[in-house]
T-cell receptor, first 114, second 114 residues
């Protein structure tokens, strides 16, 4: 089945700096890559997603890039703010996952220092 | 519109006890899921229900059973709890299974088994 690796596990940045979180996946048939944000004690929430027919997608201060050849995708947050502090999860799914289920990475704890 | 509602929020069990985690969604979604979240391991799928009347095993189904009671409700049962089942459990739903339909999560149940 699919295997998703996420790095780094923790990331500390100064407010206003950029943050980058990287994920690699194993199944070349995977075609959907969402990112979820989980604030402390709260539920994971979808923040952005990308499909395999697109190389990059932006939504205000966040962007996701996908390199299908290398089988990795990244989340980029620019002009970070304290409210960006959370755990971020990447995920992948595709036809080889039962029911197109998502396989999640281990998460990255992002801390934005004021 | 409450989204996905889980009960209880917290639970402490002794080894060997049983309990049922309840989940209900009011978004008229067809598909529902149970995940567990452990530190550094992301979210792992326990069971899912593609549609009313069907259930299937996910990545880590051992020690659990599920019931899709109707379109709204999907319960998770631990018949004989073990310390290894100490975790945070999330229920989720999506409009349909596959087709990259985003997941909507509940607020989670923090379970401790002593």
């Amino acid at each position: 089945g699919e295997n998703v690796e996420q790095h780094p596990s923790t990331l500390s940045v100064q407010e206003g700096d950029s943050a980058v979180i990287k994920c690699t996946y194993s199944d070349s048939a995977s075609n959907y890559f969402p990112w979820y944000k989980q604030e402390l004690g709260k539920r994971p929430q979808l923040i952005i997603d990308i499909r395999s027919n697109v190389g990059e997608k932006k939504d205000q201060r966040i962007a996701v890039t996908l390199n299908k050849t290398a089988k990795h995708f990244s989340l980029h947050i620019t002009e970070t703010q304290p409210e960006d502090s959370a755990v971020y999860f990447c995920a992948a799914s595709g036809p080889h996952n039962a029911g197109n289920m998502l396989t999640f990475g281990g998460g990255t704890r992002l801390m934005v220092k004021p | 519109n409450a989204g996905v509602t889980q009960t209880p929020k917290f639970q402490v069990l002794k080894t060997g006890q049983s309990m049922t985690l309840q989940c209900a969604q009011d978004m008229n979604h067809n598909s529902m899921y149970w995940y567990r979240q452990d530190p550094g391991m992301g979210l792992r799928l326990i069971y899912y229900s593609a549609s009313e009347g069907t259930t299937d095993k996910g990545e880590v189904p051992n020690g659990y059973n599920v019931s899709r009671l109707n379109k709204r409700e999907f319960s998770l049962r631990l018949e004989s709890a073990a310390p290894s089942q100490t975790s945070v459990y999330f229920c989720a739903s999506s409009e349909i299974i596959g087709a990259n339909s985003p997941l909507h999560f509940g607020n989670g149940t923090r379970l401790t088994v002593t």
